[in-house]
């Protein structure tokens, strides 16, 4: 009898040993649940059946069009077992994106769940067949020999949102799936006691390994949600003793808003963990009054995506800080031209570490791109300032800095001021044609409940905090800010709205 001491390839199969009866995951609309034991089971039979009946081996993709659910955390354990690739599709995009997804990626079958049957309309070939009919496998059920890969090969093929011109195909690889991991607990409290809820879509890195893939390697317990409820949400926060959350600012807001959440209380919460954009001073504070301590942090599909942490201390006295770089990330803020920054001056965010992508599928010369010359070093096209405590502070993404009147303006600093108005919820600068400056800053601004402010006195606020040429000319009042799939801003939208 052989006992491998390699690295662990088959999550689950551990777990089916070490805690067999243990809930790894319960579905929120059906009340399902399925266990490390039963969670191996299945991922067995389906790995015997892809491999068998259609097939599949070491490298074949799956794309997967569908909500979460128990089959699509099977897929993944399946995954793991047979070095299969998946191919998670985003169901908001229109079918003729999703197209041209499966042509680049070629996926050798597709799962789709039924009411997204009309978005593969315009794949006229492939095999097929519904996530639906994966409950009805049944047979072999003999244990899968695992099929050992390189730590470099992908479990995923993640597509970013593709804000600018199409989406890439993100290589999402077995070293990265374990060293995010591995930061993940380190920063956090992941272990086999932790206990979460997942409400972030599974077409994106959020949803798989912020905190669900760290979890499963953990052998912890998670709540899936196919789509966010704020009431509910907060409902099972406090009936399933979550122990950490992790939300974008809309959806904590959203719940802070309902009338039971002044009755709210989570003796079992250590944290919300928060990504996507900063949370204003006021709804940190919200919720720190009900004892719940908030950390911000940062990431990337391509990095990670669990790359630094703001521990919940610092929430206050480093407010706008993304805190630290994880244990396992290295960190470095150069010039345009690659020379590292003194401390305390602005430059872009590069990263190193075992958690990096090897690159974009099919497309060499955006890999080629997106790292150093020397090929070391992942270019994150953020701008950041590093204090005298080795706390990071965003500045903001290159491509959304303008230029007014001959000085670079980056948004970011200009939101992080207006931000701190009590009546201002949400806001994004966006630069609008200005005939004298060349560009200037629009403001789109949603309001706190209850608040009113009007253009000029918040065009005063900043012209209080900032100099001339970052204040902004004018300001649109909105009900909400649009946001992508991601939770992020919609920057793109507003400026073919309103620039």
Same mark, same amino acid.
């Given at each position: 009898?052989?006992?491998?001491?390699?690295?662990?390839?088959?999550?689950?199969?551990?777990?089916?040993?070490?805690?067999?009866?243990?809930?790894?995951?319960?579905?929120?609309?059906?009340?399902?649940?399925?266990?490390?034991?039963?969670?191996?089971?299945?991922?067995?039979?389906?790995?015997?059946?892809?491999?068998?009946?259609?097939?599949?081996?070491?490298?074949?993709?799956?794309?997967?069009?569908?909500?979460?659910?128990?089959?699509?955390?099977?897929?993944?354990?399946?995954?793991?077992?047979?070095?299969?690739?998946?191919?998670?599709?985003?169901?908001?995009?229109?079918?003729?994106?999703?197209?041209?997804?499966?042509?680049?990626?070629?996926?050798?079958?597709?799962?789709?769940?039924?009411?997204?049957?009309?978005?593969?309309?315009?794949?006229?070939?492939?095999?097929?067949?519904?996530?639906?009919?994966?409950?009805?496998?049944?047979?072999?059920?003999?244990?899968?020999?695992?099929?050992?890969?390189?730590?470099?090969?992908?479990?995923?093929?993640?597509?970013?949102?593709?804000?600018?011109?199409?989406?890439?195909?993100?290589?999402?690889?077995?070293?990265?799936?374990?060293?995010?991991?591995?930061?993940?607990?380190?920063?956090? /409290? &992941?272990?086999? $006691?932790?206990? #979460? *809820?997942?409400?972030?879509?599974?077409?994106?890195?959020? %949803?798989?390994? !912020?905190?669900?893939?760290?979890?499963?390697?953990?052998?912890?317990?998670?709540?899936?949600?196919?789509?966010?409820?704020?009431?509910?949400?907060?409902?099972?926060?406090?009936?399933?003793?979550?122990?950490?959350?992790?939300?974008?600012?809309?959806?904590?807001?959203?719940?802070?808003?309902?009338?039971?959440?002044?009755?709210?209380?989570?003796?079992?919460?250590?944290?919300? /963990? &928060?990504?996507? $954009?900063?949370? #204003? *001073?006021?709804?940190?504070?919200?919720?720190?009054?009900? %004892?719940?301590? !908030?950390?911000?942090?940062?990431?990337?599909?391509?990095?990670?995506?669990?790359?630094?942490?703001?521990?919940?201390?610092?929430?206050?006295?480093?407010?706008?800080?993304?805190?630290?770089?994880?244990?396992?990330?290295?960190?470095?803020?150069?010039?345009?031209?690659?020379?590292?920054?003194?401390?305390?001056?602005?430059?872009?965010?590069?990263?190193?570490?075992?958690?990096?992508?090897?690159?974009?599928?099919?497309?060499?010369?955006?890999?080629?791109?997106?790292?150093?010359?020397? %090929?070391?070093?992942?270019?994150?096209?953020?701008?950041?300032?590093?204090?005298?405590?080795?706390?990071?502070?965003?500045?903001?993404?290159?491509?959304?800095?303008?230029?007014?009147?001959?000085?670079?303006?980056?948004?970011?600093?200009?939101?992080?001021?207006?931000?701190?108005?009590?009546?201002?919820?949400?806001?994004?600068?966006?630069?609008?044609?200005?005939?004298?400056?060349?560009?200037?800053?629009?403001?789109?601004?949603?309001?706190?409940?209850?608040?009113?402010?009007?253009?000029?006195?918040?065009?005063?606020?900043?012209?209080?905090?900032?100099?001339?040429?970052?204040?902004?000319?004018?300001?649109?009042?909105?009900?909400?800010?649009?946001?992508?799939?991601?939770?992020?801003?919609?920057?793109?939208?507003?400026?073919?709205?309103?620039?």
């Amino acid at each position: 009898m052989i006992m491998d001491n390699m690295w662990q390839q088959d999550w689950v199969s551990k777990w089916a040993l070490y805690s067999p009866e243990k809930t790894a995951i319960k579905e929120y609309e059906t009340g399902k649940t399925i266990s490390y034991s039963q969670l191996n089971e299945q991922a067995n039979i389906y790995s015997h059946w892809l491999t068998k009946k259609y097939g599949l081996k070491s490298g074949s993709r799956i794309a997967v069009l569908s909500d979460y659910n128990i089959e699509y955390i099977i897929l993944f354990c399946t995954a793991q077992k047979t070095g299969f690739t998946l191919v998670p599709l985003n169901y908001r995009l229109a079918a003729t994106e999703i197209l041209h997804i499966l042509e680049e990626s070629q996926p050798e079958l597709v799962i789709f769940e039924e009411k997204y049957r009309h978005l593969l309309k315009d794949v006229s070939s492939g095999i097929f067949f519904t996530i639906e009919e994966l409950v009805n496998v049944k047979h072999y059920n003999d244990p899968f020999p695992v099929t050992e890969v390189d730590e470099n090969h992908p479990i995923f093929i993640l597509y970013t949102a593709g804000t600018t011109g199409l989406p890439k195909g993100v290589l999402y690889t077995h070293k990265m799936l374990f060293w995010n991991s591995i930061n993940t607990a380190i920063s956090l /409290i &992941v272990n086999t $006691e932790s206990r #979460s *809820i997942n409400v972030m879509p599974p077409f994106h890195t959020g %949803g798989w390994n !912020v905190l669900l893939t760290p979890f499963l390697h953990h052998g912890g317990y998670t709540v899936l949600f196919r789509k966010f409820d704020p009431a509910a949400v907060l409902k099972f926060l406090q009936e399933e003793d979550i122990t950490i959350f992790m939300g974008v600012p809309t959806m904590l807001q959203m719940m802070a808003n309902l009338p039971e959440f002044d009755e709210a209380r989570f003796p079992s919460l250590y944290y919300i /963990i &928060v990504g996507g $954009e900063p949370m #204003s *001073i006021p709804l940190i504070e919200k919720w720190s009054s009900h %004892g719940v301590a !908030v950390r911000q942090g940062y990431g990337m599909t391509e990095v990670g995506p669990n790359l630094t942490s703001l521990h919940q201390s610092d929430s206050i006295r480093k407010k706008g800080s993304i805190g630290r770089p994880n244990f396992y990330v290295q960190i470095k803020v150069v010039d345009e031209h690659g020379a590292e920054v003194q401390r305390g001056e602005s430059g872009e965010l590069w990263l190193r570490g075992p958690m990096v992508t090897p690159g974009y599928l099919n497309n060499p010369d955006g890999t080629t791109a997106a790292f150093s010359p020397d %090929g070391k070093w992942f270019k994150t096209g953020d701008i950041i300032r590093v204090d005298e405590e080795n706390y990071i502070y965003v500045v903001d993404r290159v491509k959304n800095m303008y230029i007014s009147g001959g000085e670079n303006v980056y948004p970011a600093e200009v939101e992080r001021v207006l931000i701190q108005h009590p009546a201002v919820n949400e806001c994004v600068i966006i630069a609008v044609k200005h005939e004298k400056w060349g560009e200037t800053g629009k403001a789109c601004v949603s309001l706190t409940e209850g608040n009113t402010v009007t253009e000029q006195e918040l065009i005063d606020y900043c012209a209080q905090r900032l100099a001339k040429f970052k204040v902004p000319k004018s300001v649109v009042f909105l009900e909400e800010i649009p946001k992508t799939d991601a939770g992020k801003f919609d920057r793109k939208k507003l400026k073919s709205i309103y620039s």
